[in-house]
């Protein structure tokens, strides 16, 4: 069973920073593809950046420039630096894995982490 636990979030000041964790549960983090995904209640979900199991990024326009994805591979550890935060990025992070066994693709989602900036 993989568990995906966000931490880090919180409420900052726009301008301020923070550093978002997820740790999954599981050795397959190593070969899976890793992301965020941000959701406002009532408006759909974003995903917001993304990065393969060679360390290749992808970024939402949104956020190019101010958040950066990195992993931990021998910690099982997922990361989003957020800087120069908005109002506008307040939202509920989520961390997603994504791994491919054979022909079967696994997607599983963390409980999510609050990020609200005033």
């Known amino acids: 069973h993989v568990q995906l636990v966000e931490s880090g979030g919180g409420s900052v000041q726009a301008g301020g920073s923070l550093r978002l964790s997820c740790a999954a549960s599981?050795?397959?983090?190593?070969?899976?593809?890793m992301g965020w995904i941000r959701q406002v209640s009532g408006k759909e979900r974003e995903g917001v950046a993304s990065i393969d199991s060679d360390g290749e990024t992808t970024y939402a326009d949104s956020v190019k420039g101010r958040f950066t994805i990195s992993r931990d591979n021998a910690a099982n550890t997922l990361y989003l630096q957020v800087n120069s935060l908005k109002t506008d990025d307040t939202a509920m992070y989520y961390c997603?894995?994504?791994?491919?066994?054979?022909?079967?693709?696994?997607?599983?989602w963390g409980q999510g982490t609050q990020v609200t900036v005033s």
């Open positions: 599981t050795g397959t983090f190593r070969s899976a593809c």
């Open positions: 997603v894995l994504n791994y491919y066994s054979g022909s079967w693709s696994f997607v599983y």
